[in-house]
């Protein structure tokens, strides 16, 4: 199995169509992959493919 490129726990910038925000990643994931994110403000579950280590871009639709 490959090493993941975002661990559960790390701090990632979440990218939508409108902002960058800080988040918690809530599941490990590598490159490309769907996981599941929270917004550190608001608490707001939403799922993103992992671009790198340092970000994730939220897949429309794609509300926890």
């Known amino acids: 199995k490959l090493k993941p490129t975002v661990k559960r726990g790390n701090i990632v910038r979440i990218q939508n169509r409108y902002v960058e925000t800080d988040g918690r990643v809530l599941e490990d994931g590598g490159k490309g992959e769907i996981i599941t994110v929270e917004y550190l403000g608001t608490k707001k579950k939403v799922s993103a493919r992992v671009v790198s ?12």
């Open 53 to 64: 280590p340092t970000k994730v871009v939220v897949v429309e639709g794609g509300r926890k």
